[in-house]
């Protein structure tokens, strides 16, 4: 991201901050937040692979992500746990 791209993100991420972590997310401790967001958006991202994660509660990890949009649309837009772990799967090395 560019220095303009996040302070962008973070004004409109600023309208949104809540107080106490939305009943939708699932994080661990170990990955505290800076700040919790209304669940009303979707993030698109790229990365060169996903990876096993013991950190993280999908049990993946994107590596070197990228952000390439935010758009204002519902959760159920967003690609599914399942999605990921089948393309996880596809993959050539696993």
Request: proline share 6%; glycine share 0%.
């Amino acid at each position: 991201m560019t220095d303009q791209q996040f302070l962008e993100l973070k004004k409109l991420f600023d309208t949104w901050k809540v107080a106490d972590k939305p009943k939708e997310y699932l994080a661990t401790p170990a990955l505290e937040c800076d700040i919790w967001i209304k669940p009303q958006i979707v993030v698109e991202v790229k990365a060169d692979e996903i990876t096993k994660s013991p950190m993280h509660m999908a049990k993946l990890a994107l590596r070197f992500p990228r952000l390439i949009k935010v758009r204002e649309k519902s959760a159920d837009d967003a690609t599914t746990l399942k999605e990921v772990n089948e393309l996880f799967k596809l993959q050539p090395m696993h």
